[in-house]
């Protein structure tokens, strides 16, 4: 068990919705990290907060969007979904730094 | 840019055997970490190890041992008699500072299957 958090482990939903993905981070761990899993883009970084604020963002597209909430927890907002965001998303968390990251189990988002 | 290239897509070998998972590098931070991540049937992420650019010691741990060679920008992974609960999807990943951020880069994964 990492200590991370993530909800839901599995999430099935149509095209052109929006869910919300939720992750709890290590206790003590101040940066949040979000990574998209595909099978043909493997793992890629999404997005990254330190103590509420955006501090890196990667290959995020303009439909997707996150925050750091004043409680550490953060929240992957994606919208308008398309046949092609299904993937497995994970979220993990660091105490920051250049230290390891420690990642949640991960949820998967199906797209119908 | 900051890239790490696992060459191996797939590995399979028999229960008992040796293998190793190769890893190569390219970054142009001076101080960066490496690390290998361990992705089982289950789907979590696993940490296994992570290095830093200052050591190059090779380590082991248990029936896992990492060899570290800066001078080849790789850093390789080699699980020892192997086992059935070995396979798995391994990552190796590099961290450094690109543009001002500390991003974790992965390769895209060696699935190694152990076979009894």
């Known amino acids: 068990d990492s200590g991370v958090t993530q909800t839901p482990k599995h999430l099935i939903t149509a095209t052109g919705q929006r869910v919300t993905l939720r992750c709890s981070p290590r206790?003590?761990?101040?940066?949040v990290y979000w990574y998209q899993q595909s099978l043909d883009q493997g793992l890629q970084f999404l997005i990254q907060?330190?103590?509420?604020?955006?501090?890196a963002k990667g290959n995020i597209l303009e439909r997707f969007s996150a925050q750091q909430f004043p409680d550490l927890h953060s929240e992957l907002n994606l919208s308008s979904l398309e046949l092609g965001d299904s993937a497995l998303y994970f979220c993990?968390?660091?105490?920051?730094?250049?230290?390891?990251?420690?990642f949640g189990e991960g949820s998967r988002l199906t797209v119908l | 840019a900051q890239k790490v290239t696992q060459a191996q897509t797939e590995i399979s070998v028999v229960e008992k055997e040796d293998v190793t998972l190769d890893c190569v590098y390219e970054?142009?931070?001076?101080?960066?970490?490496l690390f290998w991540y361990k992705q089982p049937p289950s789907g979590e992420l696993v940490f296994l190890i992570r290095?830093?650019?200052?050591?190059?010691q090779n380590e082991i741990s248990g029936r896992y041992s990492w060899n570290f060679q800066k001078s080849t920008s790789s850093f390789n992974f080699t699980i020892t008699a192997s086992q059935v609960v070995d396979s798995a999807v391994y990552f190796c990943?590099?961290?450094?500072?690109?543009?001002?951020?500390?991003?974790?880069?992965f390769g895209q994964g060696t699935r190694l299957t152990i076979n009894p």
């Open positions: 993990a968390s660091s105490v920051g730094g250049l230290r390891e990251l420690f």
């Open positions: 206790s003590g761990d101040l940066s």
């Open positions: 907060y330190y103590n509420g604020e955006e501090r």
């Open positions: 970054t142009r931070d001076t101080t960066y970490y």
């Open positions: 290095r830093n650019s200052f050591d190059e």
């Open positions: 990943a590099l961290r450094g500072v690109i543009q001002g951020a500390q991003k974790l880069v």
